[in-house]
Every structure is written in structure tokens, then in C-alpha cells.
């Protein structure tokens, strides 16, 4: 479904002639197909393809490199190219869930440590790994590995 959004936002995006917009969409394809070539490497299926959840990992990766750049290109002084990756953030972030706020994933985070009963930092990827099955594209995991890690010690 994921999929086919992103296919209409690219045609409609050409319709309307918003080159910046068509330029993002078609990283962003660029780096599924990228990915779905790697699936079917992996399992041998020739039709193989990744979940929605694996396009909004992907997707959450893109928007950090992105705020990486950012801060790099205003280091530089390089408002111009600070506002493009601005630009492609916004694009990219159509596509993503809603994403919680602080207080809102560490509830949650306390949610899973209690349902999975962590005591210590030696369950942490049990903790990441439940968060990642259950709220995919909804949180910032490299953010929530903070908090995890502020819990358990």
C-alpha cells in the first residue's frame, strides 16, 4: 500500500511539474528497489519485496541523514543547501506514521519493559526488538535507545 502511495505521489508530482518533489520520490523509489533487489537475493524469491514496515525504517533513515546534512550544511554556512534536504524532510515525511513524542514513546518503552519483564541492560535488544516489532515507523529508535538504556540502568 506504502508502495503504491509513493508511486501516485510521483506521478501526480510530475503532472503538476514540482521538480523538487519528483527528485525526492525518486530516491526514495530508487532506494526501495535498491532494497527489494537485496530481499530477493536474500530469500531466493524472485518476487520478493519489503514490508511497509522495512519502507519506514528506510524512510526514518533517509530523514536522519538528512537532519545530519542539515547541521553540516549550516555549519558551512550553506543555507541553500540546509533548505533543499528542509525541502526533502517534508517530502519524505508524508509517507511516515505519525511519530510520538518523548513522553509518549518512553510510556510506551516502560509499557514494553513491563510486558516482557526486563530487569537490566542485558535484556535491551529484547527491548529494542519488541519497540521495533510493534511500533515501526512510529518512533525514532535511535532516540528510544536512549531512553531504554536510562530504564534499565
Given at each position: 500500500m506504502l508502495r503504491a502511495d509513493l508511486n501516485e505521489a510521483l506521478k501526480a508530482a510530475m503532472k503538476s511539474r514540482d521538480s523538487g518533489r519528483v527528485s525526492t520520490l525518486r530516491l526514495i523509489l530508487a532506494a526501495l528497489q535498491e532494497?527489494?533487489?537485496?530481499?530477493r537475493g536474500k530469500e531466493g524469491d524472485?518476487?520478493?519485496?519489503?514490508?511497509d514496515e522495512s519502507i519506514w525504517q528506510m524512510l526514518q533513515s533517509m530523514v536522519r541523514q538528512r537532519r545530519e546534512s542539515i547541521a553540516l550544511y549550516q555549519q558551512g554556512k550553506?543555507?541553500?543547501?540546509?533548505a533543499k534536504e528542509e525541502a526533502e524532510i517534508a517530502v519524505i515525511e508524508e509517507f511516515l506514521p505519525r511519530q510520538m513524542d518523548a513522553a509518549e514513546a518512553e510510556n510506551r518503552i516502560r509499557a514494553v519493559i513491563g510486558d516482557i519483564g526486563a530487569a537490566g541492560m542485558k535484556d535491551m535488544g529484547k527491548v529494542m526488538a519488541a519497540l521495533k516489532e510493534r511500533y515501526a515507523g512510529q518512533m525514532d529508535f535511535g532516540q528510544a535507545s536512549g531512553i531504554v538504556k536510562r530504564l534499565l540502568a
Open positions: 532494497r527489494d533487489i537485496a530481499a524472485s518476487a520478493a519485496t519489503v514490508s550553506r543555507a541553500d543547501l540546509a
